[in-house]
Nanobody, 127 residues
Framework: QVQLVESGGGLVQAGGSLRLSCAAS????????MGWFRQPPGKEREFVAT????????YYADSVKGRFTISRDNAKNTVYLQMNSLKPEDTAVYYC????????????????????WGQGTQVTVSS
């Protein structure tokens, strides 16, 4: 059983930056692909970014490509989401997720591939 705890959310003005963190415990962190999803107010949850357990392979939603960067530190059991040039439409609850994988370069961009989820952290971008 893997537990995930997100932190780093908050209120920021448009154009600003935030760095989200997701600390994992209870499992072998390096055996999981990690992802970030978000759920804007009144909308369904959507994929944001994912990183393979090796850290060398990443994939982003078109809406955040070039602005967000996902990374992981397997020694610290933590995955990060650096968010720059934030826009009001980035306002959402952001969730961290872990999906079991047997391949070092595997990552997942759909929610059904993920086995564990965090409780979420609110990000609000004001205009």
């Amino acid at each position: 059983q893997v537990q995930l705890v997100e932190s780093g959310g908050g209120l920021v003005q448009a154009g600003g930056s935030l760095r989200l963190s997701c600390a994992a415990s209870g499992g072998t962190f390096s055996m999981y692909a990690m992802g970030w999803f978000r759920q804007p107010p009144g909308k369904e949850r959507e994929f944001v970014a994912t990183v393979a357990w090796s850290g060398g392979s990443t994939y982003y939603a078109d809406s955040v490509k070039g602005r967000f960067t996902i990374s992981r530190d397997n020694a610290k059991n933590t995955v990060y989401l650096q968010m720059n040039s934030l826009k009001p439409e980035d306002t959402a609850v952001y969730y961290c997720a872990a999906g079991r994988t047997y391949y070092t370069r595997s990552y997942y961009n759909t929610a059904d591939k993920y086995d564990y989820w965090g409780q979420g952290t609110q990000v609000t971008v004001s205009s």
